[in-house]
């Protein structure tokens, strides 16, 4: 099946002073989703927002709200997130225990189910759970910042997660999340996620419109 790549511009490198102001570059750009990186300072370094960030700008956009957790026990959460107004809701495989249990809490909750995994962690230990997801999130650096540099191996578990796709007749989305900007489009055109997260290079394109149209 052809997709149309979506792009996902990441509000954690807006100005954390005008978030809403980021909300709007993006409804501007023509970009399709809105990734908003959830951190807790424990599962990665920084802390970054919560729910309450979700509920804020909601209001200000139609686009799909990609929210991504990289916390622990994500599990305790959920609902507060699919209350503020997530669409899809991320959870990683290194985070939870059962699986299972949590991804068919986020669909019982109106989201849509999406799995990640960090650089160092293979794509097979998802094996028996990619029938419970609408989304696939491979994390191509390590999780935590903005601005890092692609781990371009990563983009192997794109192809292979197609490949099983194709195969097992699925329909969930393979995104890419990390280090995607000009210099490393031909390699990530190459591996053809579907969703392109992408968040220092979005936000300091001279023209972000161009931008989009430019990853697509
Ligand atoms: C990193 C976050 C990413 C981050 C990507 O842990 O999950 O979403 O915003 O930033 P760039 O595109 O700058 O690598
Ligand atoms: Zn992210």
């Known amino acids: 099946m052809n997709r149309e790549t979506l792009i996902a511009p990441s509000i954690l490198s807006a100005d954390f002073s005008r978030m809403g102001e980021g909300i709007r570059d993006i409804n501007e750009s023509g970009a399709d989703w809105v990734h908003i990186d959830i951190m807790d300072g424990r599962f990665v370094p920084p802390i970054t927002f919560g729910h309450q960030m979700v509920s804020a700008l909601r209001p200000l956009t139609d686009r799909v709200f990609d929210v991504h957790l990289m916390v622990e026990n994500p599990d305790s959460q959920l609902d507060a997130f699919a209350g503020a107004g997530a669409d899809y809701l ?100 190459e591996a053809a996620p579907d969703v392109l997260v992408a968040g220092s290079a979005f936000f300091s394109a001279p023209d972000r419109a161009e931008f989009v149209r430019n990853f697509k």
């Open 90 to 189: 991320t959870v990683h495989q290194e985070t939870v225990v059962h699986l299972h249990r949590t991804l068919d809490r986020i669909r019982e909750l109106g989201c849509r189910p999406g799995v990640s995994i960090v650089p160092s962690t293979p794509v097979s230990l998802l094996r028996e759970v990619l029938p419970l997801v609408d989304l696939v999130l491979i994390m191509t650096v390590n999780p935590g910042f903005g601005g890092q540099k692609m781990i371009p191996a990563c983009l192997d578990k794109v192809r292979e997660l197609r490949r099983l796709r194709e195969e097992k007749g699925m329909e969930w989305l393979v995104s890419i999340d990390g280090g995607v900007n000009q210099g490393t489009l031909g390699m990530v055109r």
